[in-house]
């Protein structure tokens, strides 16, 4: 019914920049909640931040400051600016959403795209 893609990803230098891109497609009503949580080797997923319909963001305690969540729900994406990478910020990057479909209020998950950083 939905299907949740996400472009960007890979190898960045400490201290340098990256961006991830959601992209949601299929029958959309509206989306509640678009954001992106990691889950880096042996720790558990964790949320990285998230947008609300009602304009709200929600940042990580270890990513306030260095990352930015924007929204473009005309499109139905989500974009993650990663700045000042950190080694620490390497982990699967896991697009998320709870959309509205014929079904209901729903929550998705994109397939996941590795981010690594190291020098």
């Known amino acids: 019914q939905v299907q949740l893609v996400e472009l960007g990803g890979g190898l960045v230098q400490p201290g340098g920049s990256l961006r991830l891109s959601c992209v949601a497609s299929?029958?959309?009503?509206?989306?509640?909640?678009m954001g992106w949580y990691r889950q880096a080797p042996g720790k558990q997923r964790e949320m990285v931040a998230d947008?609300?319909?009602?304009?709200?963001?929600n940042y990580a305690d270890a990513v306030k400051g260095r990352f930015t969540i924007s929204r473009d729900n005309a499109k139905n994406t989500v974009t993650l600016h990663m700045n000042r990478m950190k080694p620490e910020d390497t982990a699967v990057y896991y697009c998320?959403?709870?959309?509205?479909?014929?079904?209901?209020?729903?929550?998705?998950w994109g397939q996941g795209t590795q981010v690594t950083v190291s020098s």
């Open positions: 998320h959403a709870r959309i509205a479909t014929t079904l209901g209020m729903n929550g998705y």
């Open positions: 947008s609300i319909s009602d304009g709200t963001t």
């Open positions: 299929g029958n959309i009503f509206g989306s509640f909640m």
